[in-house]
């Protein structure tokens, strides 16, 4: 558990002293963030959703941060990963540091201050202050069992909540009030605010993932656009008859044995008993010949 002082001496700090500092202090991550092999098929466009990796700590109050958060935006977003095709670098388990939420905050404000305020600044103000205010000064409890051990590891009294909170900000230039402070309307008021940005946020996420599926369904129709051109052009004849790459298996069966094995099997079924170690690819193969030799 910090203090106080331990938080105010890491903002003296830069980022990667404070990174170095809280890496000797928790230690390693031991697992990357997310399945390597999810990672790449997830990038291939065969899978929706990528696998985590077995690096959570928030049993102990712990909080897992992207080295990365100062070069790229929103790392550990899946559409964010997609659109801008973030290697799995920053995934791996040498790119994590592990911190509580007061240290979180910091590297945060640390970013703002490096690097650039859009880096930092949404989980900065949109999640890690308003959370610190509600758990330590509106003295909220909340629910879920990881979080009340993340409130636990980082506990600060209000006072020194507030004061933590109006050192930070005041290292980003900006004034921080906290008397009078209404901390019913306070909650409140973030509590609006952290709706309103999440409804933005899915606003902008639904359309991003439209604009995405829509080049991939663009990209899967010109996909299927050339394997029926490749597949008449193996297959010219096949054209007239009204036969396409979806055409059943059950119907090239009996079209073969009309064509080809009428005077070898009995039935079609018997015909078709005897054709289930070929695939379908190697039927219509077999039927194109049947085709050209009558």
Known sequence: MG??????????????ETVEFLLKKYGPSKYDYFSEKSYRRFMNGEIKNITSGKYKRTSEGLYCHHIDEIKELKISDQLFIKENNIPFVYQRKERLVYCDLI????????????????????GYDAYLKPMIEEWYVDKYIPKPEWMKACRQRAFLSDDE???????????????????????????????????????????????????ISKVYREREEQAQKKKVEEFYYAYPKFKDMGIHLETPRTKVIGLLYDYKYKDTYKTKKELSLAMNPFIKDKLFEELYLALENN
């Open 161 to 211: 909540a507030i004061l933590i909170v109006k050192v930070m900000e005041e290292s980003l230039g900006r004034t921080y009030h906290d008397t009078p402070f209404d901390f019913h309307e306070a909650r409140r008021r973030r509590n609006e605010e952290f709706k309103e940005e999440m409804a933005e946020r899915r606003r902008k996420a639904d359309k991003e993932w439209e604009e």
């Open 103 to 122: 240290e979180h905050a910091i590297l945060h404000v640390l970013i703002i201050k490096e690097a650039s305020p859009e880096l930092g600044a949404m």
């Open 3 to 16: 203090t106080y002082k331990d938080y105010e001496n890491l903002l003296k700090m830069s980022y990667s």
